[in-house]
């Protein structure tokens, strides 16, 4: 089999090249070609301790697994390879990440994958989600390299796909020394697939231990309002994590609703930043006063803030009286995660479309924290409900933060399962 996956995957290589460089191009960032192709230079292995190669893809995983490393940090017997894919991810490693690793790289395409391995030298490999590489899998069994895979979950779309090559996937699987799933949807998808039922473990998600944004103290509080052009006494909503779309239906709910509401306040972090002059775009088409973060200093009292900035979400959110988690309008449909606006203790609000994270969020909205809207209508018709009742607010928060409380625990349960 793997032979013939090497005979598709050159052509496949070239064919998707270059919209893939054009994605690098726009995300910015070091490319670390070298390393892409394998080139790696970590440091020698020391006598008796474990050498971990963990790969989380992109910030998310990333901070997912923060907690994971301090863990592994306080042990004498393992030391842990980091790598990453995207090259935000790879910044935020680099920037916040060093001090928990003992080297950090980009993964390799995954054909180089035997030069990481040759060099690297690894005794356990930790996959994070969804990360079956055919390659990277090969040569960890060729030398006999456990596989770990945890927070494992398949989302709707990639089941579709995966069932289509069961397979070929049940054969990647059996490759898999353990598999530790987020939820019981992820554990039944994973046997339906063809793993073996006696090493898939449900441990949770790691991205409910996910370290979240430390509490704002009053003087921090002012100051961020006071960067924005708001004050304390605004009613902000905050569009979390938008793709491409949503800031015109946010911007059109809140047109809709903000005369029925005085000091009423809008803030919209799209999820990529290199998104800005789109997002821009549907700011100008709405007439609305705005202030583009990224611009410098804020002039006078805009009634928007486009926040075209990253790293600042876990702060921005908990200045929040209601946050709408986005990629979940029509025509997205993946969604992304509502965990952070749980941990902040907020009213959530979110599209249809949450299949990345739909045992999540439907969990959410059944604690109460969380409510599903259809589109743009719904959307208004909701935000109108919520700001006109700060009971029902406070209360979505308090059972928004309950419910995050209530799913923690995941890294205690990996660490026991990965056999350290």
Sequence with gaps: MIWLYRLFFWPML????????????????????????????????????????LHAVSVGELNAVKVLLQQLKTRNDCEVMLSVTTTTARKLADEKFKELCAYIFTFPIDVFSGCVFKRMQPDKLILMEEELWPETLHQAAKRNVGVYLINGRVSDRSFKRMMALRWAIQRLLRKVTR????????????????????????????????PVGAPLDEATRKSLLDSLGFSPTDTIIIGASTWAGEEETLLNAYAGIRDEFPGLKLLVVPRHAE??????????????????????????????????TTGELSKLI??????????????????????????????????????????IAQSLVDEGGGIFVGGEATLKEELRKLLSDPEKRNRMGERSRAWFEKNRGAT???LESLDL
């Design 14 to 53: 070239l064919i998707l090249l270059p919209a893939y460089l054009v994605k690098m191009f726009k995300r910015g960032g070091n490319w670390h070609l070298a390393e892409r192709f394998g080139i790696v230079n970590p440091p020698a292995k020391k006598l008796g301790v474990k050498r971990l190669w």
């Design 179 to 210: 598999i530790m799933t987020a939820t019981a949807q992820d554990t039944d998808r994973y046997l339906s697939l063809g793993a073996n039922r006696e090493l898939v473990y449900q441990t949770g998600s790691l991205k409910f231990d996910a």
């Design 275 to 308: 998104r800005r002059d789109e997002a821009e775009a549907a700011f100008k088409k709405s007439g609305i006063s705005y202030h583009r973060r990224s611009a410098g200093a804020v002039s006078g009292r805009p009634d928007a803030i486009l926040a075209d």
């Design 318 to 359: 908990q200045l929040a009286n209601v946050v709408f988690v986005g990629r979940s309008l029509p025509p997205h449909k993946e969604g992304q995660t509502p965990i952070e606006a749980g941990a902040a203790g907020k009213p959530v609000l979110m599209g249809p479309g949450m299949s990345n994270f739909k045992l």
């Design 412 to 414: 205690e349960k990996t």
